[in-house]
Structures are given as structure tokens and as C-alpha cells.
């Protein structure tokens, strides 16, 4: 299985941006689903998680209230929201699944098995 990460792109502070993360294939299943984003010189860190059902969401505490992860299980598709864009939101946004999990999403790297590459969100001031 393939995820493909987009809907990353040159934004002001302020805007919006919805980014997508789509399954190469149907598998029958699904995986909770993870977004982290990497900085440059900063260590990757965990943004938002979904459940397979979608039903339990988590959060990094920084993107609270800014942020919201969705799915639409029929599209194989995993979205995230981000809403009142901060400069320091720049980074490169990966998604990730996690074949195993049941319930509350992994904030943790190890527990994703499967990584699309990344899409690049930059915002300017």
C-alpha cells in the first residue's frame, strides 16, 4: 500500500490549507492514520491521528483547536484541516498508517508502518 500525501503549498499567516492523504489501493481494511510534520532542523513531531473508524481523534497540543484530521473510508482518503496558518506551521507534512492499532491513534513514529512522502506547507508572515 501506497499513501500519497498532497494540498501542501505557499500560504499567508491566516489562510487555510486542507491536506490529503489517499491510499494507493483498496485493501479491504482500515488504518488508523496518522499526520506529523518535520521543520528544518527539527526532529519530526506528531501533528494529529484518526482511528480506523474514524471515531477517536487525537491531537499535538500546539494544533488544538487549529487543526482537524477526517477520513472518508469510501475514498480511501485521510484530511487534515488546518485553519488560521501560523509561520511556524512551516514544515513538510507526511501521513503515515498504522496497520495495527485499534482505537486511539499512535503519536509515536515506530508505531506507522506504512509513510507517504511529504507535502511542503510554507507560511509566509
Known amino acids: 500500500v501506497q499513501l500519497q500525501a498532497s494540498g501542501g503549498g505557499l500560504v499567508q499567516a491566516g489562510a487555510s490549507l486542507r491536506l490529503s492523504c489517499a491510499a494507493s489501493r483498496r485493501t479491504g481494511r482500515t488504518w488508523a492514520t496518522g499526520w506529523f510534520r518535520q521543520a528544518p532542523g527539527k526532529e519530526r513531531e506528531f501533528v494529529a491521528g484518526?482511528?480506523?473508524?474514524?471515531?477517536?481523534?487525537d491531537y499535538a497540543d500546539s494544533v488544538k483547536g487549529r487543526f482537524t484530521i477526517s477520513r472518508d473510508n469510501g475514498k480511501n482518503t485521510v484530511y487534515l484541516q488546518i485553519d488560521s496558518l501560523k509561520p511556524e506551521d512551516t514544515a513538510a507534512y507526511y501521513c503515515a498508517a498504522d496497520s495495527r492499532r485499534v482505537g486511539l491513534p499512535s503519536q509515536t513514529e515506530a508505531s506507522y508502518d506504512y509513510w507517504g512522502q511529504g507535502t511542503q506547507v510554507t507560511v509566509s508572515s
Open positions: 484518526i482511528s480506523r473508524g474514524g471515531s477517536f481523534t
